[in-house]
């Protein structure tokens, strides 16, 4: 595949309907045709370096109904504050844990109950928050641990190696050594949330595609993962908070 070249990257602005909206457009040497993209950060659009800008603005506005629908999605998806005061709830498997702060000689962190008891040193927020993400990434070790190795049972797989990651925008991902990596930040979510992204990792190892195939062996691992799928980005933004 021939090296798609940047030519430039600017910020522009344009009126869709009523309102003015700020996007990047990329330009490439070797791209054929235009691309809209709508996530966290806004519209971008991907087109070639021939194409003039005032046909472009006119394919962009073709679009206008789906990119004005895509930013208002992604505008009530943004990630809440963390909040590291005394009873502040923190989720953790669909549910909450109310945060109890104490100090002593060495930060740590126990789950007991409903409550996640934090011991810090100085009760400083940086403090907890490092208290807090350790405590967190523990309990990833050992609940996607069981979590995985259980669907790849029931998905006639032999367990991949399992490491965590700290990817924001990415759950999982799976490669050619039979490594998943997935993202600690998912412990936060509902059980059938945590398994449809471990079934979709594990698919990939029979089929390291998004084929149809690949698809078919999600769905026999996991029937309904469509209505799971959209379950999962309506509610993402909710486990980043930190």
């Not at 998905?155 to 990651?165: E, F, I, K, V």
């Not at 698809?215 to 980005?233: M, N, T, Y």
């Amino acid at each position: 595949m021939a090296t798609r070249e940047l030519l430039s990257r600017s910020l522009r602005r344009l009126e869709l309907g009523e309102a003015r909206i700020d996007y990047v457009l990329v330009r490439r040497r070797g791209r054929r045709g235009v691309g809209l993209k709508v996530d966290e950060t806004g519209l971008t659009v991907n087109a070639p370096g021939t194409i003039p800008l005032a046909r472009i603005e006119a394919l962009v506005r073709e679009s206008e109904r789906w990119i004005v629908r895509k930013l208002g999605e992604w505008s009530a998806r943004q990630v809440p504050a963390a909040s590291w005061v005394e009873g502040a709830r923190l989720p953790f498997l669909g549910a909450g844990l109310a945060l109890r702060l104490d100090t002593g000689p060495r930060a740590q962190a126990e789950r007991a109950g409903g409550e996640l008891r934090v011991v810090t040193r100085t009760g400083a927020e940086g403090e907890i928050r490092r208290t807090v993400v350790a405590w967190y990434k523990r309990a990833a070790v050992a609940v996607l641990g069981e979590r995985i190795e259980a669907a790849a049972c029931r998905a006639g797989l032999a367990p991949p190696r399992l490491y965590l990651s700290s990817a924001m925008a990415r759950w999982g991902s799976c490669n050619t050594k039979r490594e998943v990596r997935l993202a600690w930040r998912l412990v936060k979510a509902p059980a059938e949330l945590i398994d449809y992204v471990i079934v979709h990792e594990l698919a990939h190892l029979r089929h390291m595609n998004h084929s149809a195939a690949f698809w078919a062996e999600v769905e026999r691992q996991c029937p309904g993962h469509r209505e799971l799928r959209k379950r999962l980005f309506a509610t993402d933004h909710l486990y980043r908070a930190f």
